[in-house]
């Protein structure tokens, strides 16, 4: 019986840490995506993780790229107009991390044409969850992503781009 008590409690504390995770987690998935939708990039890049700012080039280098891509897509018609963070996944350890995924709708205009797609980020805690950096996961899939993060966990399974659903109005 002592076992079984202790078996329920060590499950309940478990949760609990995921739960905690969950919201910090969240919470910086929203404020990274709201930072780049309103082109404070400066802020945005704070949310980064350091691997990804490093093997760029450093901040000046990351700002760069992430204003150039903004406007590249935006020459090109394309607009993320509205991004919702939805849930957040099952927790990996990662060698010293842990990784998640967290999973994006969004709403982008491509000319006057509006779709619904699913996005996806990596939140990555380096110190057990007391602060998490995100990768924009748009560029990588499960190979590449090891370029950035050795230790990457393959039970963590980086969804393929997914089809996009036309809005109609």
Do not use: C, R
Not at 68 to 91: A, L, N
């Amino acid at each position: 019986m002592k076992y079984i008590l202790s078996f329920i409690f060590a499950s309940f504390s478990l949760l609990s840490f995921a739960q905690n995770y969950d919201a910090a987690v969240l919470k910086g998935a929203k404020s990274y995506t709201a930072a780049i939708e309103k082109n404070q990039f400066e802020k945005a890049v704070g949310y980064v993780n350091p691997n990804i700012i490093s093997m760029a080039g450093g901040t000046e280098s990351i700002l760069s790229i992430m204003k150039e891509t903004k406007e590249t897509k935006k020459e090109q018609g394309y607009e993320v107009i509205q991004t919702t963070t939805k849930s957040v996944g099952d927790y990996y350890e990662a060698g010293e991390e842990i990784h998640t995924l967290v999973t994006q709708d969004q709403i982008v205009k491509i000319g006057e044409a509006k779709f619904k797609t699913k996005a996806y980020l990596l939140a990555v805690s380096s110190d057990q969850g007391s602060s998490w950096t995100y990768v924009n996961l748009e560029a990588y899939n499960q190979k590449s992503i090891k370029i950035f993060f050795p230790n990457f966990n393959d039970d963590l399974q980086i969804p393929g781009p997914s089809a996009a659903d036309m809005i109609e109005e």
